[in-house]
């Protein structure tokens, strides 16, 4: 188990922790919740052994491996599969040794570990997380160079999840996610077979992916059994408890003072009146619950305008002359709240830039109100912020002809106070550069809003927030999120983005979660009935590979059981002088044996899967 005891740890002469405790029992899923700036990232580096504490200890397993994603991957020449598969240390050094070993005791230690850590599956496993959040199997062969840093963001988590530490550490992980890759990542966290710590504001992935919530707060941690939504209620109850007792007691504080003042000049009085000042001297004070600072978030109200707002008749759009999206046929209404589903690259983002005017329709039909404006948030806009001027300045480019108290008042309608009005931007944190840019998409006060992702980067009071802020706005809202509470609590209306084309989805999105993890799962033998499709061509080299690798693995071993057998059919090496060195000869030989075996079992398990791929059955 993570045994927390007493730490203590100072930044820049701010304490986070003052003689914090907790312990993560083995194999637990725990949420890290707190406030934004409460520490969370820096208990992770600490249980990482990356900062030294001040006080305290945090006592780790001997040996337990911890694995977290530090950064992306670089953008070199190495193959998604191949930067996954050498995440496993300890397979890709074995099989680097097997291919120059001469030792057969080696040899053979090697050709049983490597049964035993079930290296010959590792490539099906590495892609299967690959394709779980996002990769498609052409894209696993392709360098990382090819990707942008969100996407070997990717490649990273990938990797970590593959290598299967003791102690997963993740922070945010979703943010580099979209709905599928997020609900695959919560349904595989889930069965994940060792501890995992997470750090999160994905309230569905706290409720579905973790039985036991640890609260950084006032500097002190604090462990809750049960997912996020049961850690509210505790936390409300316990809340109300103390509020009550604070009131009480401050009503009976009141009391003795008043009795105090009332006698302490009266004679007769004076003792009772003494013994009521130490009774208040001794008194231990409960304190109020801090209340958390109102988070907001003011959209401003668009005038109404005629339906429909948009309307698509037979319209295609794509790039360079190809379709992505076609015959589309749709309407939005200025009441309209609808959620965009669909796995990536399927066209959400093309929908949202041909709904924006970012991107003309190749074919086809649209219109618009005349006066129709339109606000739109997209994650690449807050890295496209000004890092060096304020969040005043970015309006004040925007709105010159108003007065700054008017930009600071619309400033404070986002939560960005007189402190971070006049902060640059560069020095904000990411919720509060998220503000900012949401607070740039809702200027015009749109009669249409186009949020892709708009939670990255947002606390759970944010984000709570932002759904009552929605839930008043008079103007339509089209949603791309991996934040299902979010689209739950928003989304009216579900918008399937597949196949190049967009349609209604008539289902919730429970349902639609059940058919991405079912989609996800080996179908049943009933429904493998009908004849099973051939496996792509590179499936098969795949498997030819594998069956080379086998082989070459039986010759080498054959050589060595050849050479060791000349050398025991020496008759020299079992005279008297030479007992000892026979029975090291001989226990070399039954190692090689045993590794010609496993090996030889390996290859011909290869040989089949190859076999069934090429003819079909």
Not at 434 to 454: F, G, K, Q, V
Not at 533 to 546: F, W
């Amino acid at each position: 188990m993570l045994r927390i005891e007493d730490i203590t740890y100072a930044v820049e002469g701010r304490n986070l922790f003052e003689e914090a405790g907790a312990v993560i029992p083995e194999g637990h899923k725990v949420g890290l919740v707190g406030r934004n700036g409460a520490g969370k990232t820096t208990l992770f580096r600490l249980i990482r052994g990356e900062l030294s504490l001040e006080g305290g200890t945090i006592t780790l397993p001997a040996r337990a491996r911890i694995g977290g994603v530090a950064q992306e991957v670089p953008g070199n020449e190495v193959s998604l599969i191949d930067t996954v598969l050498a995440a496993d240390t300890e397979r890709a050094a074995l099989m680097a040794e097997s291919e120059t070993a001469t030792d057969a005791h080696r040899i053979a230690e090697i050709q049983t570990r490597l049964a035993d850590i079930d290296a010959w599956s590792a490539e099906g496993r590495a892609s299967a997380i690959l394709k779980g959040l996002g990769f498609t199997y052409e894209e696993q062969k392709m360098p990382c160079s090819a990707f942008s840093g969100g996407w070997r963001m990717r490649v990273a988590l990938a990797a970590v999840l593959f290598s299967e530490p003791d102690y997963l550490l993740l922070d945010e992980p979703t943010n580099y996610l979209d709905l599928e890759g997020a609900l695959w990542l919560e349904n595989y966290l889930g069965r994940y077979p060792h501890t995992v710590l997470i750090i999160s504001h994905d309230r569905q992935l706290l409720n579905r992916a973790v039985n036991g919530i640890l609260h950084l707060e006032n500097k002190k941690l604090t462990f809750y059994t049960g997912n996020y939504d049961t850690f509210a209620r505790t936390r409300a109850e316990q809340r109300a408890v103390q509020a009550a007792a604070a009131k009480k007691q401050q009503a009976h504080r009141a009391h003795l003072q008043s009795f105090v003042d009332r006698f302490k000049a009266k004679a007769s009085k004076a003792k009772q009146a003494q013994s009521r000042v130490k009774m208040l001297e001794k008194m231990e004070t409960i304190t109020m619950p801090e209340d958390a600072a109102r988070v907001v978030f003011t959209f401003p109200e668009p005038e109404e305008l005629s339906p429909p707002i948009i309307s698509t008749e037979g319209v295609s759009v794509g790039y360079d002359g190809k379709a992505v999206l076609r015959n589309l046929n749709l309407r939005i209404d200025q009441d309209d709240r609808i959620a965009l589903l669909g796995r990536n690259g399927e066209g959400k983002s093309t929908l949202s830039k041909l709904l924006s005017g970012r991107l003309d329709a190749m074919e086809g039909r649209m219109t618009s109100s005349s006066k129709l404006r339109i606000g739109f948030f997209a994650q690449h806009q807050v890295d496209e912020l000004h890092v060096d001027e304020t969040p005043l300045q970015h309006l004040l480019r925007e709105r010159p002809e108003e007065g700054q108290a008017k930009l600071r008042a619309r400033l404070a309608g986002f939560g960005l106070g007189a402190a971070q009005a006049e902060t640059e931007v560069g020095r904000l944190s990411g919720g509060q550069k998220a503000r900012l840019s949401l607070l740039l998409a809702t200027l015009p006060a749109p009669h249409l809003l186009i949020l892709d992702e708009p939670t990255n980067h947002l606390d759970i009071e944010s984000r709570e927030a932002l759904v009552e802020a929605l839930t008043a706005y008079s103007g339509a809202v089209i949603l791309v999120s991996h934040d299902m509470h979010l689209l739950s609590l928003v989304a009216d209306r579900l918008w399937l983005v597949s196949n190049g084309a967009v349609r209604p989805y008539e289902e919730d999105l429970d349902a639609y979660r059940a058919m991405l993890l079912a989609s996800d799962k080996p179908q049943k033998k009933k429904e493998e009935a009908a004849k099973p499709k051939r496996p792509s061509r590179d499936a098969i080299l795949a498997l030819k590979s594998e069956v080379k690798k086998g082989e070459e693995r039986i010759e080498k071993l054959n050589e060595m059981r050849d050479k060791l057998a000349k050398k025991l059919a020496d008759p020299a090496l079992y005279e008297e002088e030479k007992r000892g060195e026979a029975e090291v000869w001989q226990k070399k030989y039954a190692e090689v044996m045993n590794g010609l075996d496993r090996a030889e079992e390996l290859w011909m398990k290869a040989l089949e899967k190859l076999e069934r791929a090429e003819t079909g059955i």
